[in-house]
């Protein structure tokens, strides 16, 4: 019994110091936070194989990993007309096995950009731009072009932008980025607007960039943003490149028209919409009323018209400034009816800045203004006028307005009468105005490589225009009784002087109007006076 009795207090002894050994290092932890990324230890067949014949290209790491957004991130240049496949994108493996569909090009460099999408299975850290790099020749080309995207009127660019190098030979015209991908290609991916073309080989290029909504390598003018120099690129170079990304104004084309109400059909369009006519084939019944009106902030026309039960009506759509005739037979379809309904553009609080109007959904064709009263002060009738816009559909107000104010916008019933007949039920808004400390204010001054005239343009952290100035001289710019908030200064160049902005044409060879951002965001507080300098550089 003896040594069975010491073995058990042995035992204990044993387990009693490991508990106390526990206890007096505290809380045990897996060790610090793994910050490394994977490390390739093998590729099969080497990077930067020449004579390369393969199909099946793999690469082993050191740990396991995994494929984050791999059909984004991969770039391969040449593209290839199917893109690989890629394996494993589910499992986790040390491996990642790419099998080529295409034939390749002989006596052609190639490279796979993986961007950032191998991570490592447990923390994601990213083995940044990995790029895998063959020859189907006897040798690697190995010549660069650098250079940096930004957009034309954005003060951010988009991400993931494709840049593109076209070979200038017998076949390059100006159509070719519209109908075939490029010799070379890389992308800015999510990080970062610089870019870097690689194993390149001497020529002569031109070079584009696309903001690629399709993702086929060639340039959609309906969808995508386009950037483009006029000069050729002659390679081998040292220069860098700034590439300009801007939507242009899409070529003429009618949409497929469709019932989008009972008494409405919708003709959608790119460009053009002040020489677009709509005129129906299929005779209409005299007892039907019709009306066209432009959809507001829309390139949509509506055709209005008065229901009636029909399969369906036959249209022309003409553009009679580009001599483009479409026919469309439009089916009925089972939708309901549209009805008036009143918006106004602002509820409660009034901007001092902002014109206040009631924007109507549909045809407005009369107004009583003696059924529309205002009242201030809770009982006092107040002066104002009232039009009626026909191109936007809206009532345009014009009213006396005061800091610290309190306003009732009153519509009796019968005050607007619509294309069906249809009439307001009685309406109030109730508005008011803050006190001027509640606003701030800002006044700018431009100086350096200044050019009139320009438009100065206050916009929010997005970019949106709130307010602008239009300029032929020097002078200073306020912007006055604006609410405490970040805000953005847009110097818009108007070189053509239509008081707008314009974009560019890669056919016309037209680049966009300058455009140019105070570097840092303002910040507006309530009764402040802020004052800025902005100096322009050329």
């Keep these: 019994m003896l040594p069975r009795f010491l073995a058990c207090i042995f035992f204990f002894l044993i387990t009693l110091s490991v508990v106390q050994c526990g206890r007096r290092g505290g809380t045990l932890t897996g060790g610090p936070k793994d910050e490394d990324p994977p490390v390739l230890v093998k590729a099969e067949p080497e990077n930067l194989s020449t004579n390369f014949k393969s199909k099946k290209i793999r690469l082993t790491f050191d740990e396991y990993i995994k494929l984050q957004d791999i059909q984004d991130q991969l770039i391969v240049s040449p593209p290839l007309k199917y893109r690989p496949e890629i394996t494993p994108q589910g499992g986790v493996q040390k491996y990642v096995e790419i099998e080529i569909k295409d034939t390749l090009l002989p006596n052609t460099t190639y490279t796979l950009n993986f961007g950032q999408s191998v991570q490592d299975n ?47 030979d017998s076949a390059y015209t100006d159509s070719t980025i519209y109908k075939k991908p490029p010799n070379y290609i890389t992308n800015t991916l999510d990080s970062t607007v610089l870019f870097k ?71 959608g369009y790119y460009g053009g919409e002040e020489a677009i006519d709509i005129t129906p084939l299929t005779v209409i019944p005299d007892t039907i009323k019709t009306k066209i009106l432009k959809e507001r902030n829309k390139d949509t026309l509506n055709f209005w018209f008065t229901p009636y039960e029909t399969d369906s009506i036959r249209f022309t759509v003409t553009n009679t400034k580009k001599m483009a005739i479409d026919t469309f037979t439009v089916k009925s379809r089972k939708v309901g009816v549209d009805s008036l309904k009143i918006e106004p553009n602002q509820n409660g609080s009034l901007d001092f ?55 009732s916008l009153d519509l009796l019933p019968g005050a607007i009468s619509d294309f069906f007949g249809q009439t307001n039920d009685t309406l109030n808004y109730r508005l008011s105005t803050r006190s001027l400390a509640d606003y701030g204010n800002l006044r700018l001054t431009l100086e350096g490589a200044v050019e009139y005239p320009l438009i100065v343009q206050l916009t929010d952290e997005k970019g949106k225009t709130l307010l602008e100035v239009y300029a032929h001289e020097p002078q200073v710019f306020e912007f006055n009784t604006i609410s405490p908030s970040k805000y953005l200064i847009r110097v818009i160049f108007d070189k053509n002087e239509n008081k707008i902005w314009d974009t560019g044409s890669f056919l016309k060879n037209i680049q966009p109007e300058r455009v140019l951002y105070y570097p840092n965001e303002i910040e507006v507080r309530a009764n402040w006076e802020i004052e800025q300098t902005f100096t322009i550089s050329n």
């Design 353 to 407: 800045n902002t014109a206040y109007h009631l924007a109507i959904n549909t045809p407005i064709v009369a107004v009583d203004t003696s059924k529309i009263k205002m009242i201030v002060k809770d009982s006092l009738p107040m002066a104002f006028t009232v039009v009626f816009d026909s191109l936007a559909n809206t009532l345009d107000f014009d009213f006396e307005i005061e800091p610290s104010e309190n306003y």
């Design 197 to 267: 073309l690689r194993n390149l080989k001497e020529g002569k290029y031109a070079i584009f960039a696309i903001k690629d909504a399709a993702k086929n390598n060639i340039f959609d003018q309906n969808s995508d943003k386009i950037a483009f120099l006029k000069d050729t690129i002659t390679l081998p170079t040292d220069s860098t490149y700034v590439l300009t990304l801007f939507k242009e104004t899409p070529s003429y084309s009618a949409s497929v028209p469709s019932f989008a109400a009972k008494n409405k059909i919708v003709f």
């Design 122 to 168: 447990n923390e994601g850290n990213p083995l940044s731009f990995l790029t895998y790099v063959f020859s189907t020749g006897d040798y690697i080309d190995s010549l660069e072009v650098l250079g940096v995207v930004k957009d034309a009127f954005n003060k951010e660019v988009d991400k993931f932008v494709s840049v593109m190098l076209y070979e200038i």
